[in-house]
């Protein structure tokens, strides 16, 4: 069995320019491989500046791979060519607020995606758009509001919204979690897990927070400057890390609480 | 004896019509030397409460309290200049997003240099100069920055976030303070830094005995530095107690819900399992339910929960709620 996502030694390399005609390298990501396969969630974490926003990028296709494959479905993904990834790959950014249009209704700005990549009617495309928006817990009635009507979690769960309408087959988050109020965050990750479920998404989870991590992914990679330091099932690295960058990460946050009480 | 002491402050936002209760009837006190963390949800008037301590809100806010005391002094009878010598010399206050606080024009040495009072520097006028320079350079030692000529000359945005909430520290220990109110220091940081901001501020509280008020929005992440704990939710007094009670035995629901949906707090709930929440989210300051406002979300509300509940306190644990959870913990 192919597996949904397969990345084969992915790397990026930005050069600066030094002085007048030297040229430096540096190098952001070096050559990465893993795959991912449907209904499961891949977690990355690691400190600043590992690369794990270049790596999402790179999934995602805002940035061009210096060298490396990605394989979706076994078919390769060309960097170019974003009618086929905007399809099936997706992304949510942190910062939701800044990621909504203001001067769009919400219906308008989930219009977009359906307009360049499908071919439905008007009628259909409402009709899909109320849909979605009652997926992810909102109300049809919401598509005539503007952004700045919504609260954070709101905001979060339309940026949602706008990911799965294409019902793509992997949901980049990008920090996403990471902003939003503790019972408002139990409120995303309960709902990431049904649609999950429901729809057999595969989610990247991008994130220093390793309660989330803990809870919610089925592999993790750990990242450290740009270089895989371990990887494997969620469970065994947390509860068993071998490199001392895991455990230095692992001991930041979690005995914290075990070493009170 | 209490650092301060208030009781029943309530802040009102002064509309055409009518005012508005943004924070209602909330009580705090603070001994010396105790590190007390004020926990609430974005919208629960914590900031809020923190800027009225040190008299930072302008005329849209009316600010009222049975009793604001300082030490013993009451703050809200006192003239303005007074109240502002007292505040000045004993508060600082760290602030929300390091960046933005800092002013982009100046470099970090001139505006850690403005800091530092004149009562602090002791030589003549001509030494003072220098003096003032190696205040600065000290004070950035304190909090743990060893390359003083290069932080001093660089602009704000030349630095980490990390590295402006430690001048930021830096700034707020400059008139040594006997209270610090930390507005959510490590916001938006990682957890390295966070670690290393909260143990600096644990130092601090230690070697010199200053006071902390450590204002969050999650539970989880500050409760190893804290001795007691103040929750709020929604510009409302939930329940306040020590850390272990607040942590072991919460008797508000809504403080049982923020730890259940903690993911640190029980690491060992199954994976993927569905989480602990409440439904929908917090009310806006325009339509706040009457009585309880955590009525509507609340699991345990019953029709008493209209009207607003009194504070009852058992063993210095008080908690703020009709129907709360003391006796499911027999």
């Given at each position: 069995m192919s597996a949904l996502l397969e990345v084969s030694e992915l790397s990026k390399t930005y050069t600066v320019r030094n002085h007048w005609f030297q040229r430096k390298a540096i190098v952001a990501l070096e050559p990465v491989s893993f795959t991912l396969d449907a209904k499961k969630t891949l977690a990355i974490v690691g400190e600043m500046g590992s690369g794990k926003s270049t790596l999402a990028k790179l999934l995602v296709g805002a940035e061009k791979p210096t060298s490396g494959?990605?394989?979706?479905?076994?078919?390769?993904?060309?960097?170019?060519?974003?009618?086929?990834?905007?399809?099936?790959?997706?992304?949510?950014?942190?910062?939701?607020?800044?990621?909504?249009?203001?001067?769009?209704?919400?219906?308008?700005?989930?219009?977009?995606?359906?307009?360049?990549?499908?071919?439905?009617?008007?009628?259909?495309?409402?009709?899909?758009?109320?849909?979605?928006?009652?997926?992810?817990?909102?109300?049809?009635?919401?598509?005539?509001?503007?952004?700045?009507?919504?609260?954070?979690?709101?905001?979060?769960?339309?940026?949602?919204?706008?990911?799965?309408i294409l019902?793509?087959?992997?949901?980049?988050?990008?920090?996403?979690?990471?902003?939003?109020?503790?019972?408002?965050?139990?409120?995303?990750?309960?709902?990431?897990?049904?649609?999950q479920q429901q729809m057999g998404l595969a989610f990247v989870l991008i994130s220093h927070d390793l309660g989330i991590v803990r809870h919610f992914s089925d592999n993790v990679l750990v990242l450290c400057k740009g270089q895989i330091v371990e990887s494997g099932d969620t469970n065994t690295v947390l509860k068993n890390p071998k490199h001392k960058y895991t455990r230095k990460l692992i001991m930041n946050q979690q005995l914290q609480i075990a070493g009170k009480l | 004896?209490?650092?301060?002491?208030?009781?029943?402050?309530?802040?009102?936002?002064?509309?055409?019509?009518?005012?508005?209760?943004?924070?209602?009837?909330?009580?705090?006190?603070?001994?010396?030397?105790?590190?007390?963390?004020?926990?609430?949800?974005?919208?629960?008037?914590?900031?809020?409460?923190?800027?009225?301590?040190?008299?930072?809100?302008?005329?849209?806010?009316?600010?009222?309290?049975?009793?604001?005391?300082?030490?013993?002094?009451?703050?809200?009878?006192?003239?303005?200049?007074e109240r502002k010598a007292i505040i000045t010399k004993d508060v600082a206050m760290i602030f929300q997003e390091p960046m933005s606080c800092l002013d982009p024009t100046t470099t970090i040495g001139e505006q850690l240099e403005e800091a530092i009072d004149n009562s602090l520097l002791t030589g003549n006028f001509w030494q003072r100069r220098k003096q003032r320079k190696e205040a600065a350079i000290k004070l950035l030692h304190k909090v743990g920055i060893k390359q003083h000529t290069k932080c001093n000359k660089s602009y704000p945005h030349q630095l980490t976030e990390a590295m402006c909430q430690r001048v930021m520290i830096a700034m707020a220990l400059a008139?040594?303070?006997?209270?610090?109110?930390?507005?959510?220091?490590?916001?938006?940081?990682?957890?390295?830094?966070?670690?290393?901001?909260?143990?600096?501020l644990a130092s601090l509280n230690q070697l010199k005995n200053m006071s902390i008020l450590l204002i969050s929005h999650d539970l989880g992440s500050i409760t190893h530095w804290t001795n007691t704990i103040t929750v709020m939710?929604?510009?409302?007094?939930?329940?306040?107690?020590?850390?272990?009670?607040?942590?072991?035995?919460?008797?508000?629901?809504?403080?049982?819900?923020?730890?259940?949906?903690?993911?640190?707090?029980?690491?060992?709930?199954?994976?993927?399992?569905?989480?602990?929440?409440?439904?929908?989210?917090?009310?806006?300051?325009?339509?706040?339910?009457?009585?309880?406002?955590?009525?509507?979300?609340?699991?345990?509300?019953?029709?008493?929960?209209?009207?607003?509940?009194?504070v009852k306190n058992y063993h210095g644990h008080q908690v703020s709620c009709h129907f709360n959870l003391k006796d499911s913990y027999r």
């Amino acid at each position: 069995m192919s597996a949904l996502l397969e990345v084969s030694e992915l790397s990026k390399t930005y050069t600066v320019r030094n002085h007048w005609f030297q040229r430096k390298a540096i190098v952001a990501l070096e050559p990465v491989s893993f795959t991912l396969d449907a209904k499961k969630t891949l977690a990355i974490v690691g400190e600043m500046g590992s690369g794990k926003s270049t790596l999402a990028k790179l999934l995602v296709g805002a940035e061009k791979p210096t060298s490396g494959k990605i394989k979706l479905n076994g078919q390769g993904l060309a960097t170019g060519n974003f009618k086929q990834r905007c399809q099936h790959v997706r992304m949510i950014f942190q910062d939701s607020s800044t990621t909504l249009n203001p001067s769009l209704t919400i219906g308008q700005l989930l219009d977009e995606p359906l307009k360049l990549n499908t071919a439905l009617n008007e009628l259909e495309r409402s009709q899909l758009i109320s849909a979605t928006l009652l997926k992810v817990g909102l109300l049809a009635e919401h598509m005539y509001f503007y952004p700045h009507m919504f609260s954070g979690g709101q905001k979060q769960r339309i940026a949602l919204a706008r990911a799965i309408i294409l019902s793509p087959q992997i949901v980049i988050l990008d920090e996403a979690l990471a902003s939003l109020d503790p019972s408002l965050r139990s409120q995303m990750i309960n709902l990431l897990l049904d649609l999950q479920q429901q729809m057999g998404l595969a989610f990247v989870l991008i994130s220093h927070d390793l309660g989330i991590v803990r809870h919610f992914s089925d592999n993790v990679l750990v990242l450290c400057k740009g270089q895989i330091v371990e990887s494997g099932d969620t469970n065994t690295v947390l509860k068993n890390p071998k490199h001392k960058y895991t455990r230095k990460l692992i001991m930041n946050q979690q005995l914290q609480i075990a070493g009170k009480l | 004896m209490n650092l301060f002491d208030i009781r029943n402050l309530s802040i009102e936002l002064v509309g055409k019509n009518e005012n508005t209760l943004a924070v209602d009837r909330v009580s705090l006190s603070m001994k010396e030397g105790e590190v007390r963390g004020l926990v609430g949800e974005s919208g629960s008037g914590k900031s809020l409460l923190a800027q009225a301590i040190i008299g930072v809100l302008d005329d849209k806010w009316k600010v009222s309290a049975d009793r604001f005391h300082w030490r013993g002094k009451e703050l809200l009878h006192l003239p303005v200049e007074e109240r502002k010598a007292i505040i000045t010399k004993d508060v600082a206050m760290i602030f929300q997003e390091p960046m933005s606080c800092l002013d982009p024009t100046t470099t970090i040495g001139e505006q850690l240099e403005e800091a530092i009072d004149n009562s602090l520097l002791t030589g003549n006028f001509w030494q003072r100069r220098k003096q003032r320079k190696e205040a600065a350079i000290k004070l950035l030692h304190k909090v743990g920055i060893k390359q003083h000529t290069k932080c001093n000359k660089s602009y704000p945005h030349q630095l980490t976030e990390a590295m402006c909430q430690r001048v930021m520290i830096a700034m707020a220990l400059a008139r040594q303070p006997i209270l610090l109110i930390a507005d959510e220091p490590t916001a938006s940081m990682e957890s390295t830094n966070q670690g290393q901001i909260f143990r600096l501020l644990a130092s601090l509280n230690q070697l010199k005995n200053m006071s902390i008020l450590l204002i969050s929005h999650d539970l989880g992440s500050i409760t190893h530095w804290t001795n007691t704990i103040t929750v709020m939710y929604s510009g409302q007094f939930v329940e306040a107690g020590t850390t272990s009670q607040i942590f072991t035995q919460p008797y508000h629901p809504y403080t049982r819900a923020l730890l259940d949906s903690s993911l640190k707090a029980n690491s060992q709930v199954p994976t993927k399992s569905r989480l602990m929440a409440l439904p929908g989210s917090i009310p806006i300051l325009q339509h706040l339910p009457i009585g309880c406002r955590l009525g509507p979300r609340c699991p345990r509300a019953q029709q008493a929960c209209v009207s607003a509940p009194k504070v009852k306190n058992y063993h210095g644990h008080q908690v703020s709620c009709h129907f709360n959870l003391k006796d499911s913990y027999r």
